[in-house]
């Protein structure tokens, strides 16, 4: 008997989300690194960048400044291979992670690596998908895009910061299965280190529609380089302005990447504590709710022993979604 997807079932997975009081308060850590998984622009560096380097600064959770590292190679594995092999009990690093990060485990992207491998601090924000296309596209909305991939998907190759297969990858097929497409593997994906390059490429006009996260392009949104024809949200978004969600335009598909952190697996109790903690203290800060917002992420938060269990039951499920998208065995 065929099985039938169910995208709503997926959707709360995603938006799920749990709390985890403070934990014991230790002496503040200096020399401290986060690891970005891709290269500048993406969903990753933003979260170094941001709540991680410049909030736990100015929130004086660490001693002095904290060094963020861009590593990009196999869909953010070979940082996931470098902290396991080499910096297993690096108390001072933790690395940017998301769903994008579980969806890469649950496929096996990232080898015999799992979810054991390192120790998932918390999760302080939710990036909605988004379809976009360049301003001039002929594109002029989501019924269009998806139109061109009912008579001729090779003329409309999409790009994104996921492999073929990773979480962007499948939120475009999301809309794809929604709009009634069978045929999902019809559809050309083309995979790059990272969301900033694969805007480029919409951009210039080499591919047709870009798949990625909210905060990935606000810039080029507010350059006036882009055009948004969906939000994969409950609700708008006010940082994308009048950008409509693609279930007010008759597809029902929400799909969130969580933004959050690991650290190495080989690390102390009380220093996991210290990261949860500073993690949560950044994530209860009106200053981090200012910024979230301004970058258009939604509320999300999960810390601890939660998050590691939320982190655990979603590789489950999209390693089981994979399968019935047909793009992991």
């Known amino acids: 008997m065929r ?20 934990a014991a308060s230790a002496e503040k850590l200096s020399g401290t690194e986060c ?3 891709a290269g500048a622009g993406g969903g990753w560096d933003f979260t170094c960048r941001v709540p991680a380097a410049q909030l736990m600064q100015k929130l004086d959770l660490i001693d002095g400044s904290m060094k963020v590292v861009n590593m990009s190679g196999s869909g953010g594995g070979k940082a996931f291979s470098h902290v396991v092999t080499t910096r297993n009990t690096d108390t001072r690093l933790i690395v940017a992670a998301s769903a994008a990060t579980a969806t890469r485990l649950a496929q096996k992207v990232y080898g015999d690596y799992k979810a054991d491998d390192v120790r998932w601090v918390g999760a302080l924000g939710m990036d909605y ?27 409309a190759p999409i790009v994104g910061g996921s492999s073929v297969g990773g979480w962007d990858h499948i939120k475009a097929l999301l809309i794809a299965k929604e709009a009634g497409i069978e045929n999902l593997r019809s559809i050309t994906y083309i995979p790059f280190d990272n ?20 905060s990935e392009v606000l810039g080029q949104l507010q350059a006036g380089e882009v055009r948004v024809l969906a939000v994969l ?46 993690v949560k203290t950044v994530a209860d800060s009106p200053e981090w709710t200012e910024l979230r917002e301004k ?7 999960s810390f601890g022993k939660d998050f590691d269990a939320f982190v655990r039951k979603q590789i489950a499920n999209v390693a089981e979604i994979s399968r019935e998208l047909g793009v992991s065995k």
């Open 3 to 22: 099985r039938t997807f169910n995208s709503k079932l997926y959707a709360s997975i995603l938006a799920s989300a749990v709390f985890f009081g403070p």
């Open 35 to 37: 690891l970005a998984p």
């Open 129 to 155: 998908g988004v379809i976009v296309v360049a301003m001039d596209s002929p594109y002029k909305t989501l019924d269009d895009l998806v139109q061109q991939f009912k008579s001729n998907p090779r003329k």
């Open 195 to 214: 969301g900033g390059k694969a805007m480029l490429e919409v951009v210039s006009g080499r591919a047709a529609a870009f798949t990625g996260d909210a």
């Open 233 to 278: 949200s409950d609700n708008r978004i006010p940082a994308l302005g009048d950008a409509m969600t693609a279930k007010e335009q008759g597809y029902d598909v929400v799909g969130g990447n969580w933004r959050a952190f690991y650290a190495p697996a080989g690390i102390s109790d009380d220093a996991y504590d210290y990261w949860v903690s500073a």
């Open 295 to 301: 970058n258009g992420l939604a509320e999300f938060t």
